[in-house]
């Protein structure tokens, strides 16, 4: 089953507590994206990987590191949480046709 | 800024009627055009894309595009409760390697029986 998973689901943590959000996908697929959705604003992407290695900004990279080591996993790493990166992130897998995973919902407190 | 507008809604249709959801876009190079839908509490998940003006049909979706006027449609025939649910409009141009979508905020649809 064509599947994007993505852990932890749910996560409250302190400002300045460095986290790390997993994200794996079993389609083989190169390219895989991370957005966040907010209230308003709806979905931002966050970087985007077109393949192993290769990785880039999308509209709001600030405060964000992503990194491709293999081609199934793009982990989304916070090095200083802070309150403002309180949303709904999602990781996606696939250029055209994205799949999301489950979400993560993050609060910084 | 590269802008995709959608009328928030909520848009309330009776069962079996035909929805009709719309999309504006600011860039005139933009190349692909997709419409997902969002259950309350879920992640959005694909219904259709669309590269060329015209229409494309898929069960009981239709996707319309209109470059020219800088439009994308989504109608949903034989509207059921099933439906109801956020439809977000996304856009990309894709040149010089962008690979970046846009997203409407979503547009919210109300089928009630």
């Known amino acids: 089953e064509a599947q994007v998973t993505q852990n932890p689901r749910y996560l409250i943590t302190v400002t300045g507590k460095k986290l790390t959000v997993t994200c794996s996908q079993n389609m083989n697929h190169e390219y895989m994206s991370w957005y966040r959705q907010d209230p308003g604003l709806g979905l931002r992407q966050i970087y985007y990987s077109m393949n192993v290695e290769v990785t880039d900004k999308g509209d709001v990279p600030e405060g964000y590191k992503v990194s491709r080591k293999e081609k199934r996993n793009f982990p989304l790493i916070l090095e200083s949480p802070s309150p403002n990166q309180t949303s709904l992130y999602f990781c996606a897998s696939g250029l055209d046709t994205q799949y999301f995973g489950p979400g993560t919902r993050l609060t910084v407190l | 800024q590269k802008e995709v507008e959608q009328n928030s809604g909520p848009l309330s249709v009776p069962e079996g009627a035909i929805a009709s959801l719309n999309c504006t876009y600011s860039?005139?190079?933009?190349?692909?055009f997709f419409w997902y839908r969002q259950y309350s509490g879920k992640s959005p998940e694909l219904i259709m894309s669309?590269?060329?003006?015209g229409d494309k049909e898929d069960g009981r979706f239709t996707a319309q595009l209109n470059k020219a006027s800088q439009y994308v449609s989504l109608l949903i025939r034989d509207s059921q409760p099933s439906d109801s649910a956020t439809y977000l409009c996304a856009v990309r141009d894709g040149r010089g390697g962008s690979y970046i979508p846009t997203f409407g905020r979503g547009t919210s649809l109300i089928v009630h029986p």
């Open positions: 860039d005139r190079v933009s190349q692909s």
């Open positions: 669309i590269y060329s003006n």
